[in-house]
């Protein structure tokens, strides 16, 4: 009898069995009802900007970015673009003092939950979700993502900003406006230290950074999705979730900071053309998505940004929280194939 | 503005934000309905034993654990009270050749997915979960979670043995049918090797147990949920899930081999009385729980087998996945008094 593969993270020491043997196919997924969060008002739509705490970051649609909530009049902005407003219910808030130096460390095992948590309203069109947007408008929401990464990390007691999405109410999204979410941490988090580790050893025994080394791997395989003129797109080689897929700069870089206009732009292009692909596929399947950058200067020639999109086609059972090996029912060979040609179709 | 708390593991690296601002209620994730697996036929029902591949370990209401799939006369048995079989869709699979010591390493990033994926069907009845199992039912199915552990174990290209639970469809139970499973590995998991080194390094340098000295803190604090005369249960005080709980021995024991009898009983009665308990609380909410052993006997002195429950309440979503920070809706603390409340009312 053939045995499923166990295959090994690029860089984390992580585990996943790849069901190469009774593999599914992407299409089992779809689902023809997608359970919808329940919204009768909706406090991101235009017109309920009072539902919401005051903006820290306005688009509208004559200017630029600005950092007020209301007009010269004091009246809140109504013709905006995108808006980035403080989460009603913070996982990390701000500290009293903006320039405390204080350790929000108290014990050894405890800690204020000291940051912030932001949400970014992708637009003033309810459904305008990455995989239907117009690309000027998606691309206003990379600029926010930007801007708002470079408030925070700027903050003395900021030491890691997390940029992520969730997408239907099965992958965590509680309201069903297009919207993103920013947490900035005062520490590190556990998933980026290990991957900054273990890229950092990796640049030192062998002079190169790891995601360069995976990029010039996986271009010409069997897992990629798509290449264009910035950017390579392909499903991970030991992908923990099924129908996963990297987004990633040909370029080196370790953040998004500075990303030059014409990126950015091919960057939403991107963006849309796998999430417009990923919902063709599997109607519309919830999912994941997060950035992730190096957190501090020391690491811009070993660490490599890139965005991790998580399709949410499965459920993280016993198994998998006991023991920290993950099932994984799609090949990854299997996931871009499907992706490539939807794609290309 | 009072911070959330973010706690850490008693041994993992892993921070947790405990929200202790805007803490909810354990009943608030109490669901009037929640979704069924479907089932047509049940292929764990009595007189389906032909669904199932061939039984390797069946308690019958006469006699012993036997395992035999067929009586004398080649009939599979009828009058069983729990059967084990293997998984009709196996993560992992036994070699070709039982006394292979080749290594299933085939390259630095490539294993062979070799070992074992099995069911306990806990009971002839389909829905005699253990929340509401007969005490002498709950008894056998703890020694046959005894029986596997030590028949898989003591092969030569087994690892470590995972045993696992998971209930309902939202927390992985595509059949609800009461059953377990039991995964053996030919590498120990990540999660497990953690546990080890850490409660290693605690070992060497205090020359006692961590989870002793847990146990010792928890058993007067205000996460306790229960204590009799052999078990502890507690909600963890950096808990990754809400109104997670352990149960733990108090005894130190590495692993559940040679458990004595009456304490099979009494952890057959803690069990029930805690997912009991859970079950009226929240209205029958889905959970996983998994038996956390030693991997070998090197352990003994230093690791203390326990279970870990964790009821199925919050979706991990792009934070959790991105950067290996949970967060965490329910305090431990209110999780054990609503626990604790329910159980002795």
């Known amino acids: 009898m053939p045995h499923n593969e166990v295959r090994k993270d690029y860089l984390l020491d992580r585990w996943v069995v790849i069901a190469t043997e009774r593999s599914r196919r992407p299409t089992d997924f779809a689902k023809r009802d997608r359970e919808q969060a329940k919204t009768t008002v909706c406090p991101m739509c235009p017109g309920n900007e009072h539902m919401t705490p005051p903006a820290v970051l306005v688009y509208l649609k004559k200017g630029n970015g600005i950092r007020k909530d209301r007009d010269k009049n004091g009246f809140r902005h109504k013709n905006w673009l995108v808006r980035c407003v403080p989460n009603l219910y913070p996982a990390f808030s701000p500290p009293e003092k903006e320039n405390s130096k204080k350790s929000t460390l108290r014990r050894n095992d405890l800690a204020a939950a000291i940051g912030h948590h932001e949400v970014i309203i992708e637009s003033p069109n309810h459904n ?100 264009n003129s910035h950017f390579v797109v392909f499903a991970p080689y030991a992908s923990v979730n099924p129908m996963e897929f990297w987004i990633i700069p040909k370029k080196h870089e370790a953040t998004l900071l500075g990303m030059p206009r014409i990126e950015v732009k091919t960057f939403a292009e991107t963006l849309k053309t796998c999430l417009k692909g990923l919902k063709e596929l599997i109607n519309d399947p919830p999912y994941n998505y997060g950035f992730h950058l190096a957190a501090s200067k020391a690491a811009r020639n070993y ?17 998998e929280k006991s023991t920290g090996i993950y099932i994984n029912t799609v090949t990854p060979e299997t996931a871009a194939e499907s992706l490539r040609k939807t794609i290309s179709a």
């Open 128 to 227: 305008e979700h990455p995989a239907v947007a117009k690309i000027p408008q998606l691309i206003h929401v990379i600029n926010a993502y930007i801007d708002r990464l470079h408030a925070l990390s700027v903050k003395k007691y900021v030491k890691y900003v997390s940029i992520f999405r969730n997408h239907g109410l099965e992958a965590g999204a509680s309201l069903s406006h297009a919207h993103s979410q920013i947490i900035a941490t005062p520490f590190v988090p556990k998933t980026v230290e290990e991957e900054l580790r273990a890229s950092k050893k990796f640049w030192k025994q062998n002079g190169k950074c790891i995601f360069c080394s995976i990029i010039e791997k996986e271009i010409d395989g069997p897992r990629l999705i798509l290449e």
């Open 303 to 319: 660490y490599h940004w890139h965005l991790e999109v998580y399709p949410k086609l499965a459920i993280w059972a016993g198994f």
